[in-house]
Nanobody
Framework: QVQLVESGGGSVQAGGSLRLSCAAS??????MGWFRQAPGKEREGVAV???????TYADSVKGRFTISQDNAKNTLYLQMNSLKPEDTAMYYC????????????????????WGQGTQVTVSS
């Protein structure tokens, strides 16, 4: 059974940092990403990475967030710096065995497997 388990969320003041982790069971995925959903808003793509290490970021987080992966640990990370109140959302990890376009996945989050989410709250 495929499982994605996020951790690392929490509450932080604006300008602070958090690092999210996503532990993936069993498989190495060709495409993994982080997505977020704020109350009353649609889910949006944050960052995507493929097995070659190629990354794609949403414009709203470029220069502040970094996605990375540790293949030996089957773990995906999202380092979030200079956090803003508008970053407040539930953050989800997702993965897919297919190799998919990062730009496409940011716009259309059609990855096959999803975690339960971890809450990030940024106060001003």
């Amino acid at each position: 059974q495929v499982q994605l388990v996020e951790s690392g969320g929490g509450s932080v003041q604006a300008g602070g940092s958090l690092r999210l982790s996503c532990a993936a069971s069993r498989y190495t995925y060709n495409t993994m990403g982080w997505f977020r959903q704020a109350p009353g808003k649609e889910r949006e793509g944050v960052a995507v990475i493929d097995q070659s290490g190629s990354t794609t970021y949403a414009d709203s987080v470029k220069g502040r967030f970094t996605i990375s992966q540790d293949n030996a640990k089957n773990t995906l990370y999202l380092q979030m710096n200079s956090l803003k109140p508008e970053d407040t959302a539930m953050y989800y990890c997702a993965a897919d065995p297919r190799r998919l376009s990062g730009d496409f996945i940011l716009r259309f989050p059609l990855l096959q497997y999803w975690g339960q989410g971890t809450q990030v709250t940024v106060s001003s």
